[in-house]
């Protein structure tokens, strides 16, 4: 509820975006320690996310299908690096049906090794490839300091996994769904996100190369937001994923996996939000416009409601999202700041002199007070109200971008990267040792982000060490 | 893959369907005992039918949430009925992030308990009642004998959780919810069924009434496809879900819950299948139309498949699910087996001579052989493509009504009852007794199906002892 302020911004990021989540309905605190529930405001948010996610993944030819929640504790051990990533985060069921397990189960932190073994079962020849697989579910990562969608014990998902006949092959899918989520991210979310490699320090446990997307919240610390693994053959030659080629030889498939979690919910929250609360990009949000009647007396009530009643059904056939809040005994007042909080993209006005002069005021969530409110006629609404949110949907991504690209810096030195990365991202040349992102991260707690994919010609020299040094890097503290 | 045929349905009826779910790639087992792998084909059937039935739980006033899959031990001993009920199925999480837990975790077998206790946080007034959330997932009930979308230890469902302020109220959502699962078993699936109570010993853990559907399976078992639960006061109690009502009195609310789960894909192969395979009635065929090129030449395909692109452009346009199988090295027969083994509705076939007449061959699934066959002009085939798959549809929904119709049977004693509940269902006047029931199920292995809501007018004799009788049942063996 709205009676009360947000802690600012300025004054605590954390604390507001602890706030701003709890009140804004979007998620609370389970009974279960280290998990969350994602309320309908939240989990609606996030059902569109899904949309726009699983339309792509349509669109290049991926299926979705559901595999067990229960992984066996053996098919860890089957992949090294694997095996020391995950199990000390897993959660274990040693006991079912009132009888000890013979074997113990892990509650799935991911399903490589589970998929691995179907996927050994399911392909014998080429023509069984590729497998284009997705699922969407929840993990379970052991983790005790929650932060609501940032950081639980359980997360919700998607996870693609694929095997294609050769590496070139799962190089190209990895990579089309680095785009597609730097797509959806940008195009839906309005997030400006940067793509780019993980350095080996940061790679997925088991991968032979991890890409990322990050984007910049606005305390100016780096999210990842999601992730494309190629495997090569590692998790193939683990699970004996094989299949006669056309020349009828036994080879082992390539593998890729991709995930993108409901962290992207933080990231919204934190790269859009002001003291206000949450601002939804009107492509993802669950309402999209919320109609606020005004009026004293009950004369006025019923020729505003008829107008509501009206625009309501114009918008709704037109197919915007909109809700009318028609709660009694609240204030107009109290209903704004209710859906400020909310972060509904537009706010439609309609009071008695509205009716008169067949108008309706149009206020926008991401330009404050008057600067952001309209009048605009009757006649022609649906359109107008199409429009203003496509101009909102691209003004959050412009706002987002500015500040983003106003918050990386290129240090000339080390000394200046060392203050930099306090206020915002670094990017600088960086020789690729995990010495030197070592020190980084001791000096500063800034981790080597992505090494974008985007690079300027040439060589440099790296920040720390000051030998040679073929790619940039960002640098920055992180979620 | 159909180059081997299934063992008929009247030879072995359960070989026939594990067969068919196998060789339909709709499920396979899983490594984990006791849990199913969910395939493509099947999940996208799977994600139709959720379509279907989110779109009836909106349009009544249902949001989604998502609640933690793991839930305290405790939780389950706070209703006494309930514990009972589900201990005995549990899997148990004892261990997490290396450690042992201080209080155990069981892995959801249905959510009442943690749900039940997250809304006595959120429910305070009369103003944040009722509550309508559901909630799409899996659950865990301890099971070893599989089988697959029937009985396995881990299966997909929804669950819908509702608290209100007045026992009418929940009363009324609860049939409200049994009318909705009757509508899409009915309109989506084409499966015609039963609506009525179950007895006090078929009844949920911890409900005060559970009302179901029941269906009738071409073995002529039943099936209980989706149950809607009235809990009275009995959670709200358990877990303090109370409120502060118009009159400021503290008042405990009344909840219900109701699911439906992946069984409905078991239900949907056995009472539309037959001895080529699966049935898929159109409205949630993953794939409505199949078509299959057929040609001998280089000159042939390339006429063949210029039509063949143009009838799929016309019809995919048009919203219709509709496939190519280009498959080179598959003989047309081949492929005609292939895709009756899937059931996919409608066949489309496309030859030299249909190129040269402008007209197509369509086969419909429903209808075996030349009967199901006909040839259709190319001018205006979206729109007969659309008029016959609605006509398989209700053309499936009759014939199941009809083999459903034919084996109820009305036996004029205990004598016949146990004959008629070998080769149907009986429907015969019932006491209410729990003894009565018992020494149905001992003498014949038959069960209190439903107490069906439509009821002659009246009162009879009880079939098994005799005395007074307000409600006719039906007795039948069952899945």
Known sequence: MADEKLTPQSENFSDWYNQLVLRAELADYAPVRGCMVVRPYGWTLWENMQAGLDRRFKETGHVNAAFPTLIPMSFFEKEKEHVEGFSPELAVVTHGGGKELEEKLAVRPTSETIIGYMYSKWVQSWRDLPILINQ????MRWELRTKLFLRTAEFYWQEGHTAHATADEAMEETYRMLDVYADFAETDCAIPVVKGH??????????????????MMQDRKALQSGTSHYFGQNFAEAFEIDFLNKDNELELAYTTSWGMSTRMIGALIMVHGDDQGMKMP????????????????????????????????????????????DREGFSPGFKYNDWELRGVPLRLEIGPRDVKKESVALARRDVPGRDGKTFEPRVGLLDTVVDRLDSIQASMFEAAKKFRDDNIHNPKDYDELKEVVQKGWALSWWCESAECE????????????????????????CVVCGEKAEKKVYFAKAY
Chains 1, 2 share one sequence.
């Open 282 to 325: 009107p492509k993802i949000a669950p309402i999209q416009v919320v109609i606020v009647p005004i009026y004293r007396k009950d004369a006025e009530k019923e020729k505003v409601m008829a107008a509501v009643d009206e625009v309501f059904a114009e918008l709704k056939e037109g197919g915007v999202r909109v809700k009318v809040d």
């Open 136 to 139: 969407w579910g929840s993990v």
């Open 198 to 215: 993980k350095s080996d320090t940061e790679r997925f446990a088991g991968a032979q190369m991890t890409t990322g997307i990050e984007a």
């Open 438 to 461: 070592a020190k980084v991260k001791e000096d500063t707690k800034a981790t080597t982000r992505v090494i974008p994919l985007d690079q300027p010609e040439g060589e440099g020299k």
